[in-house]
């Protein structure tokens, strides 16, 4: 788009803006934060306290979870992983050569040669099959111990 007229320039026109007040990043207290996040405890929705405040509801989660590791660290009660177990095994004896096996359903067969482990924790069998994820196997596992 260029000027018409007299003295007009064969460059096109430049557009320039100028802020003047406060960006978009904003700053907040940490009492304002810490008013923010216990209403998110009474809040029913927590994306229409989000909208009021002008913030995204990620910002109050974090939020949330920012001031919670603050009051563990203050208190020195900062989560740490439980120590790790030992599970004893069992392990049964090999059929003895000669011995005939009694014969077994070829589905009870086909289900057993799949797994290579088995675990009972309170009378829940887990069968492991080869090639299984270890985080999915622990995370199981985790979860039988705390149903328990």
């Known amino acids: 788009m260029s000027g018409s007229g007299d003295g007009a320039s ?16 904003r700053s907040f207290s940490t009492e304002e934060k810490l008013a923010l ?3 998110m405890a009474v809040s029913d929705n927590i994306s229409e306290l989000a909208r009021r405040h002008d913030l995204r ?13 603050a009051a563990e660290a203050a208190q020195g009660t900062v ?9 004893p095994a069992i392990v049964e004896p090999e059929q003895a050569v000669g011995t005939v096996p009694v014969p077994k359903r070829k589905r009870a067969q086909r289900s057993r040669s799949a ?9 829940v069998a887990v069968k492991i099959a080869r090639g299984a994820d270890a985080g999915v196997i622990a995370a199981v596992i985790d979860a039988l111990k705390t149903t328990r």
């Not at 064969?10 to 978009?24: A, K, N, Q």
């Not at 990620?58 to 919670?68: G, K």
């Not at 797994?115 to 009378?123: C, K, Q, R």
């Open 57 to 69: 509801p990620s910002q109050l989660f974090t939020w949330r979870r920012e001031l919670r590791y």
């Open 10 to 25: 064969s460059e096109p026109f430049r557009r320039y803006e100028v802020y003047t007040g406060v960006g978009r990043r």
């Open 37 to 39: 996040v216990a209403r």
């Open 79 to 87: 989560r740490t992983l439980p120590e790790p177990v030992f599970v």
């Open 115 to 123: 797994a290579a482990i088995e675990l009972v924790i309170d009378g």
